[in-house]
T-cell receptor, first 113, second 114 residues
Framework: GDSVTQMEGPVTLSEEAFLTINCTYT??????LFWYVQYPGEGLQLLLK?????DKGSNKGFEATYRKETTSFHLEKGSVQVSDSAVYFC????????????FGDGTTLTVKP | EAQVTQNPRYLITVTGKKLTVTCSQN?????MSWYRQDPGLGLRQIYY???????DKGDVPEGYKVSRKEKRNFPLILESPSPNQTSLYFC?????????????FGPGTRLTVT
């Protein structure tokens, strides 16, 4: 079946540091890829997405590029802020079975002033 | 305001006592889904529904039931809860079952089964 592997956390950075959270996937079909963010006590919300190979998703300074050749969708941000502290989930939906969604284990990011 | 609502937000119950967690969305979305979140396991899909009267199993459906009689509602039923169903549950909805659209999540229901 499909699977998503995220870099293990937790990750602790100082404000203005560069962030990378690795995400790789296996899928039998042609997936769409997503990054969701979960702030304390809240549900998940979409951060960015990419629906086909070589697409780049971006939002709030975060970026991720759909790399089919390496089956990866790494999340990056050039300069993190304290307000970016949250749990980040990489996820895929297989376009050949659109109802099924697979999530990674989540990576907890803490940004210190 | 477009949203997904869940009730209750917190629930403590005993083994074997049937319970229902309600989920409702006001966005006219066709697709709805239930997940459970456990430490170290991320989100795992329980059931999903592509439209009214159409439901299918996710990765961890054992011990759960769902129904989709109306487009806006997708209740999760635990007929005989057990302690291993203690978890944080999320309902989500999406505008189309193509897989390319993002899901909107509810605030979560924290269930404890003793």
């Amino acid at each position: 079946g499909d699977s998503v592997t995220q870099m293990e956390g937790p990750v602790t950075l100082s404000e203005e540091a560069f962030l990378t959270i690795n995400c790789t996937y296996t899928a039998t079909g042609y997936p769409s890829l997503f990054w969701y963010v979960q702030y304390p006590g809240e549900g998940l919300q979409l951060l960015l997405k990419a629906t086909k190979a070589d697409d780049k998703g971006s939002n709030k300074g975060f970026e991720a590029t759909y790399r089919k050749e390496t089956t990866s969708f790494h999340l990056e941000k050039g300069s993190v802020q304290v307000s970016d502290s949250a749990v980040y989930f990489c996820a895929l939906t297989d376009n050949t079975n659109a109802g099924k969604s697979t999530f990674g284990d989540g990576t907890t990011l803490t940004v210190k002033p | 305001e477009a949203q997904v609502t869940q009730n209750p937000r917190y629930l403590i119950t005993v083994t074997g006592k049937k319970l229902t967690v309600t989920c409702s969305q006001n966005m006219n979305h066709e697709y709805m889904s239930w997940y459970r979140q456990d430490p170290g396991l991320g989100l795992r899909q329980i059931y999903y529904s592509m439209n009214v009267e159409v439901t299918d199993k996710g990765d961890v459906p054992e011990g759960y039931k769902v129904s989709r009689k109306e487009k806006r509602n997708f209740p999760l039923i635990l007929e005989s809860p057990s302690p291993n169903q203690t978890s944080l549950y999320f309902c989500a909805s999406s505008s189309a079952g193509t897989g390319k659209t993002e899901q909107y999540f509810g605030p979560g229901t924290r269930l404890t089964v003793t």
